[in-house]
T-cell receptor, first 111, second 116 residues
Framework: QKEVEQNSGPLSVPEGAIASLNCTYSDRGSQSFFWYRQYSGKSPELIMSIYSNGDKEDGRFTAQLNKASQYVSLLIRDSQPSDSATYLCAGLGGSASKIIFGSGTRLSIRP | ETGVTQTPRHLVMGMTNKKSLKCEQHLGHNAMYWYKQSAKKPLELMFVYNFKEQTENNSVPSRFSPECPNSSHLFLHLHTLQPEDSALYLC???????????????FGPGTRLLVL
């Protein structure tokens, strides 16, 4: 069973600080990774995608991929209360040949 | 706002009812997906259609029956469901579906289903 693992949280971060979300995956053949944000009662919304080792930055968000260690992370700088949501990590490719989601990490930004 | 729409947004049905969920995408994509999201569990992929052909059936019970008449529309027909089938059902689309690909999936707002 190919899996994507996330700490369920909740992860509480003060407003203005850096929130760090982590994800590990078991399928070494996975090639593409995605971070989705899901507000309570809403559908997932794509935040970042990353395909190569290293960092990818987009505004306040930075995705990091380390294929040797099989982990993906998402950093949110200058955290805002509106960032409070569940963040889903997903991996695509490899033997699973379909996207596999983690169960999500609940992030809470406290004022 | 999302280019993927779903109807109805909420549905309550009895175990003997037959109902259908509808999904429509306006993104020009060729792949469409049905997911089930239950509380505190990962998103579960149910079905994948690529260019109107079903390419994935993730061991879904036969009481769930998908239909994809064209690349823009996807249905999920429901029949004799069980209370444990109560969940949020999400539709998604992507440019196409290929193993090991990089296609980003875009989600619809979901249908929240309650089976009594």
């Amino acid at each position: 069973q190919k899996e994507v693992e996330q700490n369920s949280g909740p992860l509480s971060v003060p407003e203005g600080a850096i929130a760090s979300l982590n994800c590990t995956y078991s399928d070494r053949g996975s090639q593409s990774f995605f971070w989705y944000r899901q507000y309570s009662g809403k559908s997932p919304e794509l935040i970042m995608s990353i395909y190569s080792n290293g960092d990818k930055e987009d505004g306040r968000f930075t995705a990091q991929l380390n294929k040797a260690s099989q982990y993906v992370s998402l950093l949110i700088r200058d955290s805002q209360p509106s960032d409070s949501a569940t963040y889903l990590c997903a991996g695509l490719g490899g033997s699973a040949s379909k996207i596999i989601f983690g169960s999500g990490t609940r992030l809470s930004i406290r004022p | 706002e999302t280019g993927v729409t779903q109807t109805p947004r909420h549905l309550v049905m009895g175990m003997t009812n037959k109902k259908s969920l509808k999904c429509e995408q306006h993104l020009g994509h060729n792949a469409m997906y049905w997911y089930k999201q239950s509380a505190k569990k990962p998103l579960e992929l149910m079905f994948v259609y690529n260019f109107k052909e079903q390419t994935e059936n993730n061991s879904v019970p036969s009481r769930f029956s998908p239909e994809c008449p064209n690349s823009s529309h996807l249905f999920l027909h429901l029949h004799t469901l069980q209370p444990e089938d109560s969940a949020l059902y999400l539709c998604a689309s992507s440019q196409s579906f290929t193993a090991g690909g990089q296609e980003t999936q875009y989600f619809g707002p979901g249908t929240r289903l309650l089976v009594l």
